[in-house]
């Protein structure tokens, strides 16, 4: 499970450039979707098609019902999906391109084939997301290779935690609730998902009363059972695709991801909503 997280660790950051760099919101914006939001909500969710509200806000997680409503079935209006896709990959790969420079292109070449090898034997069943985005097209260029297998990759391991959130018995703003306790930032989750205080500090009262949260907020030992439990579930089933991959082609691939996703960790901020650790 070590190197479940592990190349989780390397390979989310190259996904995240969608979502932190500004020549993905330039993209986003000359396709026609303006405002940070838009350009979020219709790039993730443009593998379904024109889809509406509902599917991305259970498939999302965590976002509040209006937030989505906002943005969804509005961003079709002003981009089509076919359009958004096509924006979206443009901008993660000319946020890469421009990065990349010092890694030798061979590298990046071999790693996106062996990332795509591990993308290809992700297990789909019950994973909407994941599903959605293994049916696009794969792209002929390397950089844009390793881009969609790291966003395959992402959202197979998303749905997973997902399902074991709910199986959990945690709703959305719960799920925020008990993360801030757990050291992350409220204003950059509350913010980010469309939360009001009220709304927050209801689900908050919940989690005390089911045992979770001290009434100051700090959690209690049944809440730090349970992120442990919840983080090694999520690993489980992130498993699939690097047990098929197999030792040898993974910790190659590892090695071959490092200088990458430390060039690419440059668009992150500090704080962000992802989660990410600390790099080693």
């Known amino acids: 499970m070590d190197r479940v997280r592990r190349m989780w660790a390397l390979f989310e950051p190259v996904h995240a450039v969608t979502y932190f ?10 396709a026609g979707l303006r405002g940070y939001w838009r350009g979020y909500f219709a790039g993730r969710a443009a593998a379904f098609g024109p889809v509406g509200p509902g599917p991305v806000h259970a498939t999302f997680f965590g976002f509040h019902p209006a937030m989505v409503r906002r943005a969804l079935p509005d961003v079709w209006s002003r981009a089509t999906p076919a359009d958004t896709l096509t924006a979206r990959l443009d901008g993660a790969r000319a946020a890469l391109d421009d990065v990349l420079g010092s890694v030798p292109a061979a590298d990046v070449a071999q790693a996106a084939e062996l990332l795509r090898a591990a993308a290809e034997r992700a297990d789909l069943a019950g994973r909407a997301l994941a599903a959605a985005h293994a049916d696009l097209p794969w792209p002929d260029d390397p950089v844009g290779v390793l881009w969609r297998a790291a966003t395959l990759l992402r959202e197979h391991r998303g749905d997973g935690h997902v399902a074991v959130l709910v199986h959990a018995g945690l709703d959305g703003v719960e799920s925020l609730v008990w993360r ?7 204003q950059v989750l509350q913010s980010n998902r469309g939360w009001s205080d009220d709304e927050w500090d209801a689900a908050a009262a919940r989690l005390v009363e089911r045992g979770w949260l001290e009434p100051d907020g700090r959690p209690t030992v049944a809440a730090l059972t349970a992120r442990d439990d919840i983080e090694r579930r999520t690993d489980e089933l992130a498993v699939a695709p690097w047990r098929a991959l197999g030792e040898p082609d993974t910790e190659r691939l590892a090695a071959l ?15 962000n909503p992802i989660g990410l650790p600390t790099p080693s």
Not at 21 to 30: I, L, T, V
Not at 180 to 186: E, H, N, V
Not at 257 to 271: C, E, F, G, N
Request: glycine share 4%.
């Open 21 to 30: 760099a500004p020549q993905a919101r330039a993209r986003y914006e000359a």
């Open 180 to 186: 801030t306790a757990m050291g992350s930032d409220r």
């Open 257 to 271: 991801l490092h200088p990458i996703t430390t060039a690419a960790r440059v668009y992150l901020p500090p704080i």
